[in-house]
Every structure is written in structure tokens, then in C-alpha cells.
């Protein structure tokens, strides 16, 4: 079957995909999760850069929110990667910034409550994970998964990628319509990059609000990668 790296986005560990990487792993394609330093675009970019290397497989790579900006810069004129897939994604053209940029658009409910600390890293309160990014979530799973949440720099996302890999790799995005940590609004027009967009009516967090919907995307992608046709 396929090869599928899955990198999470913001504030979040490689922890967030374990039903998503059991779900595919039982479908018999073989599946890493990075960890993220969340210390800066590039630290983060050279952290899949390594995973990628160290794998040795031709790979469809996941990005989800703050890893559409990770997985742009990371498979910038690599071979090995198949397939783009962009979970709820940050995907700006190479030479813009990403918060630049979102100030264009309805602000989603998250952007007043993350806190930046003295040390430049933005902080997500519990409650304010739970409402934002899992608000169609179990609400058990949520608490579980917001205690788990880590500062991030908030410098990450204030530096352009310098790429646009998605001229020249196969690429998909998943649009969660119920999303609020980045507006739906925001997120069609980032959308526009990729060759094709699936719309999924839930939250930012579809790897816990819909996993078998996600599973099922995911799998047919890594299907159709290994054979170059279309996704549908």
C-alpha cells in the first residue's frame, strides 16, 4: 500500500494522529508522525526534511493547520514526496506571511484568545482549545487533548515559506466548514492552491471529530498516489 508522514500543526504533538496512524496502519499503509520543535518555520521544516530522509520512502505528506506552512517549505524541490495533503491548512503563496495575510479575512473565534508570553511563544488556555479547536469533538477527548497542548513561537508563523511546492506536486485540501481556530472564509481562499478540495462539516480537528471520514480520505489518496490518478 502507501507511505503517509502525518505532521501536526500548532501547539499540538505527533500524539494527535494516533487514531488517524492506527486507522491507516490497519489498512496496511505504513505511517510516521512527526514531532515538531514549534521553535520556527524553519526548525520545523528541517524536522520533516530529516523524517523524510531518514524514512527513505516515496511519501504523500499530511499538514495539519500550522503544517501547511511546514510541509510547503519542507518538500520544496523534493522527489520523494507524492502527494500534498493540506488538513485545515496555512497556505499562502511563498512569498507572503502567513498573519499578514489572515488579517485579510473574518476573524475565526480563536484569534482573541491565544496569549503570547514574554518569550514570544503563543499559549492556547485549555478552554480555549476545547471551544476552538475541538468543538465538535467528544468533549472528554477534548479536555484530554487540550491539557496536552504546548507553547508554540509565535515567530513560526510571521516568516514567508519562499515555496509554492504545489506547482509541481499533486495536492489536496481538506476544508472543515465548522472550523475556529482558522476562518472557513480564509481557508477557500487558501484552497485555491491545491488541485483538488474536499469540504468535510466539521471542526478543526477532523483526525478526532471525524476519523473515519479523515481515515477514508486519506487512504483513497495514498491509493491514488501510488498509481499518479486523480483524487475524486
Not at 152 to 172: L, Q
Request: hydrophobic share 45%.
Amino acid at each position: 500500500m502507501g507511505a503517509l508522514m502525518l505532521v501536526h500543526g500548532l501547539a499540538h504533538g505527533s500524539w494527535c494522529w494516533s487514531r488517524t496512524k492506527a486507522d491507516l496502519s490497519d489498512r496496511g499503509h505504513e505511517v510516521v508522525a512527526v514531532d515538531l520543535p514549534l521553535t520556527g518555520l524553519d526548525d520545523d521544516a528541517a524536522a520533516v526534511r530529516g523524517a523524510l530522509d531518514d524514512w527513505g520512502q516515496n511519501a504523500v505528506l499530511v499538514g495539519h493547520s500550522y503544517a501547511g506552512l511546514v510541509i510547503s517549505k519542507a518538500a520544496a524541490g523534493r522527489r520523494d514526496v507524492q502527494h500534498l495533503v493540506y488538513v485545515a491548512a496555512m497556505v499562502v503563496d511563498g512569498g507572503d506571511v502567513y498573519l499578514e495575510r489572515m488579517s485579510e479575512f473574518p476573524a475565526a473565534p480563536i484569534n482573541s484568545e491565544v496569549e503570547l508570553s514574554a518569550d514570544g511563544n503563543f499559549v492556547v488556555r485549555p478552554e480555549t482549545a476545547v471551544e476552538c479547536f475541538y468543538n465538535e469533538c467528544d468533549r472528554n477527548e477534548a479536555a484530554v487533548a487540550a491539557r496536552r497542548l504546548r507553547p508554540t513561537a509565535a515567530a513560526c508563523v510571521a516568516v514567508p515559506t519562499g515555496a509554492e511546492p504545489w506547482t509541481s506536486i499533486p495536492s489536496t485540501y481538506v476544508l472543515c466548514e465548522r472550523d475556529r481556530a482558522i476562518h472557513p472564509d480564509f481557508q477557500r481562499w487558501m484552497s485555491t492552491r491545491a488541485a483538488e478540495v474536499v469540504t468535510l462539516d466539521t471542526d478543526h480537528s477532523p483526525f478526532m471529530s471525524l476519523p473515519d471520514r479523515l481515515a477514508d480520505l486519506l487512504d483513497g489518496i495514498a491509493g491514488m498516489a501510488k498509481t499518479g490518478r486523480a483524487i475524486t
